[in-house]
């Protein structure tokens, strides 16, 4: 992690792929057009940063019932590994708004694995430039794309603080 300013931290989050088998897929498909349907979005696009990631482009992802879709899609025969699920709304080709299923927990406020696919996504559909912002529940996290790597830049907050008797 490289530290920008006393708000905001740099993580290169590592390489992103559209391979098949890295996502890994059950089978050899057009991980561009994963014939799964949500009303009103594009079929899914599959990714991988480390972990598997579907995501979905649409118009009004408020509509969506993600609570009903979301393990729905992340056990899907498709995904032996099952599946992070995206669905993202573009405002521009340098922005974005996403909810985001996280694979395993449920509806999360972020995800920046997630955030990193689903821009990897809307440029590999030639969408979305290499640095965009995304808008997600509680703020933005900034990605850019550079040689098939995602750097995403965001706020680093306390979450917790504690302490351990050893």
Known sequence: AKKIDNQNISVNLGKLSNNWKDIPLAQEIDTLDIPINIDGFSSGVAVNIGNPHIVFIGNNIDSVNLSYIGPNIENNKLFPKKTNVE???????????????????????????????????????????????????RGSLFISIKNNNAIMTGPAEISFRGKIEI
């Not at 709304?89 to 996403?98: H, T, V």
């Not at 406020?109 to 640095?131: E, P």
């Open 87 to 137: 669905i993202i709304e573009i405002l521009n080709e340098s922005k974005i708004r996403m909810r985001v299923w996280e694979r395993g927990v449920g509806i999360t406020q972020a995800c920046g694995s997630g955030a990193c696919a689903a821009v990897y996504a809307g440029k590999l559909k030639k969408l979305l430039k290499d640095d965009v912002e995304v808008e997600l529940e």
